[in-house]
């Protein structure tokens, strides 16, 4: 049976080739330096390198090293910086990546970068004649849905119906015939206008991306600005051996924390590293209980520096409070890198193009317009689970699943070796229907920024099954009496979970079968998550690669316009509706509050948190008994507020307060900072991990920086 590998930097190998590699192979597997099924790794030392390290000022040298140290075969043509790794152009795709793993893992270790194989343009065919070529090299049990090819990378996106079925000799075959390195995705059930938002920008963007990953490149592989030593992990003194500009700065390195927003209140979650190499923001969120703009977006004001000086920023997830003002960055100048996981770039920008139709339609102001969603599209780089990367000459980044909504993130941060950062964003530390519970083993964290949503003693969220039997009893009483639910999701990570739990307590008789009508973003963050099905969890995985589609079912009945919603609100009969936004906060939601709140025999179930100074807290709270709201001809009208409400926890994609305890126990950090919580929350949680865990704790102001190192 052939041994197969293909690694996230499209480097491969196949044991199929040729007598010379097998011979090659046997070697290494002598030397037990080869695992049949695993990465290839060259376990000799690696050659001594002319290059003492990797600057922009060593360009020449590195490629003139690297074309030394690989055969002629290989053909690589050109070697350059691009964004955060190394690209060498080939011209011979199929040894590129094959054979030269062997030589580029040596090299990887030598100069401690990672490179990327790309195509020389003269090699890759039209995207017609692709897409043709493609259809014939495919098994005839996967059909093609959509094929973009990416003139920036020379990489072709393949959304296919069966993504497991195409091996990596595949991937190798449809390099060798069409010139392009492919990336397989799953066919969603439905298109997605965000996805196809995306390929279009990029397609349209080709050359300005090309430029922007070489500048980047040479930005990322500057020259250290400071000299001199700093302390390592184990307080010993190092110190850098390169020579430098007399005059330049010889202290020692400092890490320092700028507290933008998010801390003391849920929303605008924004945080910015420094170091005196870099500048790294962590998100960039809004808070939708908030009108006023001090309150509502981060304090970037309050800066002393320009947007242009920031190295990168990293969004934790796709949630608004956390990346909503990131569009607004671009308007205002910062043309850098946006990093994040691989499903939140389409997440996220379904929800900004959402946010600027809403605001469009009902006449609020928004600090961004759809050109500047465009411009953060064209500067993101994706990165997958677990995968170190470079985002500054001393800050490598590490993004993990924190079991939030599909694609979030915890992220780590490594500075020059010395000091690691681990950001929490907004986590689960257990499993759920939809995701696998948060990473939580990481060898060394000095700083742990944890939040806090359900910090108080007692928020601890019942047993799964106990939640999912009190949601069932909560609807059906609803539905016996002839009344109508209504249950304001978000569209991205609550709506699938509850659609996933609501399929199966109706099929299992559960819940009383009823129409369930799904109106608003949530179909196509359904099916953006099936086009991202392997960063689920493993349960709904399984189901996926069975060719299950978890969010169709009998059951649902997606709505799409005006004239449908009036037929469900004038029908007598019982039924369930699902509808963004989840706070009531704008959207159809909104819409059906409208007409159901007045009568007492209906419900609002809220299945999420409830942001402050939002409309769906303030019904839930119990603070207003009418409220005013346009009607459909734009006149003010009062709504009464009469139908029952009721809180379901349990749903939520945060932890609770023992979850919050048990991740800081298994993290061991040397120090916790608490954020995203309401003050009480946040103040609880640091009390508890200093007296429980003995872990100096503290919760930061908003403008205040802290100095962590």
């Known amino acids: ?416 070796g010395a000091h690691n950062i681990l950001y929490s964003g907004d986590y689960k530390y257990a499993r759920t229907q939809l995701l696998d519970s948060a990473v939580s083993t990481y060898p060394r964290v000095e700083t742990l920024i944890t939040e806090s949503t359900y910090g108080n003693s007692s928020d601890v969220m019942p047993d799964q099954q106990a939640v999912y039997r009190t949601f069932s009893e909560s609807i059906n009483r609803v539905l016996m009496e002839g009344g109508k639910v209504l249950i304001p999701v978000p569209a991205v990570g609550r709506a699938q979970e509850i659609m996933l739990v609501m399929a199966k307590e109706m099929s299992e008789g559960r819940l009383v079968e009823s129409p369930i009508y799904i109106e608003g973003m949530i179909s196509e963050a359904s099916a953006i998550h099936m086009s991202y099905a392997h960063y689920l969890g493993t349960d709904v995985r399984r189901s996926v690669s069975q060719g299950v589609n978890p969010f169709l079912s009998e059951y649902f009945t997606v709505i799409s316009g005006y004239g449908k919603r009036d037929e469900i609100l004038n029908d007598e009969h019982p039924a369930i509706v699902m509808a963004t936004s989840g706070m009531l906060e704008g959207g159809p939601s909104v819409e059906y509050f409208k007409e159901l709140a007045p009568n007492p025999k209906n419900k609002i179930v809220f299945v999420s948190y409830q942001i402050n100074g939002t409309l769906g807290r303030r019904v839930l709270d119990g603070n207003v008994s009418d409220v005013s709201m346009m009607d459909k001809s734009g006149k003010v009208k009062v709504v009464p507020i009469r139908c029952q409400t009721q809180k379901i926890d349990g749903f939520s994609g945060h932890s609770d307060f023992n979850q919050i305890m048990n991740f800081v126990a298994k993290v061991k950090p040397k120090r916790v900072l608490v954020n995203h919580g309401e003050r009480s929350k946040s103040e609880n949680v640091a009390s508890s991990v200093y007296s429980r865990l003995k872990i100096r704790s503290s919760v930061p102001d908003n403008r205040e920086v802290l100095r962590l190192r």
């Open 1 to 416: 049976m052939p041994w197969h590998f293909i690694d996230r930097d499209h480097v491969a190998y196949d044991n199929t080739r040729t007598e010379k590699e097998l011979e090659k192979r046997e070697e290494f597997e002598r030397r037990g330096e080869y695992r049949r099924g695993h990465e290839f790794r060259d376990r000799r030392p690696p050659a001594e390198s002319p290059v003492a390290k990797v600057t922009t000022e060593s360009e020449e040298e590195v490629a003139k090293t690297i074309l030394q140290s690989i055969p002629a075969d290989s053909q690589i043509i050109t070697v350059r910086f691009e964004g955060p790794n190394i690209a060498l152009y080939t011209k011979n795709p199929r040894f590129a990546l094959t054979e030269l793993t062997y030589y580029l893992s040596s090299l990887s270790k030598t100069l401690k970068k990672r490179f990327i194989i790309r195509t020389d343009p003269s090699v890759r065919l039209e995207e017609d004649a692709t897409r043709q070529a493609v259809a014939k090299l495919l098994p005839k049990d996967v059909s093609v849905s959509a094929v973009f090819c990416d003139d920036a990378t020379g990489e072709v996106v393949l959304e296919v119906s069966r993504p497991e079925a195409i091996d990596p000799a595949m991937i190798v075959e449809v390099a060798q015939t069409t010139g392009w390195i492919a990336h397989t995705r799953r066919s969603p059930h439905i298109p997605s206008t965000s996805i196809n938002t995306i390929h279009s920008t990029l397609k349209n963007s080709a050359k300005e991306r090309t430029d922007f990953l070489q500048k980047l490149g040479r930005r990322l592989f500057r020259g250290p600005l400071v000299v001199g030593g700093f302390e390592n992990a184990n307080g010993k003194q190092e110190s850098d051996s390169q020579p430098r500009p007399q005059g330049w700065s010889t202290s020692k390195e400092e890490v320092m924390l700028f507290c933008l927003g998010g801390v003391k209140q849920v929303g605008r979650s924004c945080f910015i590293v420094v170091t005196p190499e870099s500048k790294v923001m962590l998100d960039c969120g809004i808070n939708p209980g908030e009108m006023s703009g001090l309150d509502a977006y981060p304090r970037i004001d309050w800066l002393n520096f320009d947007l242009d000086e920031l190295d990168a920023v990293v969004i934790s997830h796709a949630h608004i409070d956390h990346q909503g003002f990131l569009p607004t960055l671009f308007k205002y100048g910062y043309r850098g890198p946006v990093y994040c996981t691989e499903p939140t770039l389409p997440l996220m920008t379904l929800l900004q193009m959402d946010s600027v139709k809403i605001a469009n339609a009902n006449g609020n102001y928004l600090p961004y317009e759809a050109r500047d969603i465009h411009e953060v599209i064209k500067r993101t780089i994706t990165l997958p689970y677990g995968k170190p990367t470079d985002i500054s000459p001393d800050i490598t980044v590490t993004l993990n699943n924190a079991g939030h909504i599909m694609g979030s993130a915890t992220v780590h941060l490594n500075i020059s």
